[in-house]
């Protein structure tokens, strides 16, 4: 039985686009990254994490499969996270102005006794924007609970001039890796590779 383990109605609508069937598990992790730890690595331990205890939650049954990911924008070495309030949204999107930013999403897969796992990282450069539309675009709502303040599937999707990647991965969960990663546990939907290349089994 597969699981995801997320309270993100988009990872939701994603993960349902391949096709499987799956439970939802809502956890609460500290999103916390340490001192000096490289973007990626912190992206890939959270989502390691969320697998991991959902897995927790699960544990009576030994063929359950949870995934769980975890999605951050970056800016010259800084990570942002869901804004806190309006002022750090607009904070946020002040600083993505202009810029070309990275996405990176992970996903974990974990059953008992084995994970895998893949990363996906896009590049979005965003069009200058002035107070007005940040303001404008804060004032809807979107921001809040989306990583870098804004939604590539909502609204901001006029701010990208350019998007190198996976549009699904800038959204919070890479459907072409993850559909990649279930294959290396012998799911796929039926139009699903039949294998995981891309899956890089974790210790
Ligand atoms: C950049 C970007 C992020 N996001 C969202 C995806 C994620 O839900 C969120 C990043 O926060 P995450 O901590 O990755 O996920 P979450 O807290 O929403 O859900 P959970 O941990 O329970 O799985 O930002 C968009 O919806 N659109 C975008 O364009």
């Known amino acids: ?6 309270k993100s109605p988009r990872r ?6 391949l096709g499987l069937e799956f439970g939802v598990l809502e956890l609460d992790i500290p999103e916390q990254r340490q001192p ?14 969320k697998a991991g205890a959902g897995l927790l939650q699960v544990l009576g049954n030994p063929s359950a499969l949870v995934l769980g990911s975890d999605t951050e924008v970056v800016l010259d070495d800084e990570v942002f996270g869901k804004p806190a309030d309006a002022a750090d949204a607009a ?13 990176i999403s992970a996903v974990s897969l974990v059953s008992s006794g084995r994970e895998l796992q893949t990363v996906s990282v896009s590049q979005v450069t965003f069009d200058e924007l002035d107070d007005a539309r940040i303001d404008a675009y804060i004032a809807t709502g979107e921001p ?12 901001a ?3 990208v001039s350019r998007l190198d990647g996976s549009y699904s991965g ?14 290396g546990f012998g799911l796929g939907s039926t139009f699903g590779p039949a294998s995981g290349p891309q899956a890089t089994e974790a210790a």
Request: a positive charge; one cysteine or more; charged letters at 25%.
């Open 91 to 103: 904070a946020m999107l002040r600083r993505l102005s202009g810029r070309t930013h990275q996405v």
């Open 12 to 17: 939701r609508e994603l993960l349902g686009r």
């Open 36 to 49: 000096g730890e490289p973007p990626r690595d912190y992206v890939c331990r959270v989502a390691r994490e």
């Open 170 to 183: 800038v959204m919070g969960l890479p459907l072409r890796e993850t559909a990649r990663l279930l294959a």
């Open 144 to 155: 809040f609970g989306k990583a870098g303040a804004y939604a590539i599937q909502g609204g």
């Open 157 to 159: 999707e006029i701010f």
């Open 1 to 6: 039985m597969l699981y995801l383990a997320s």
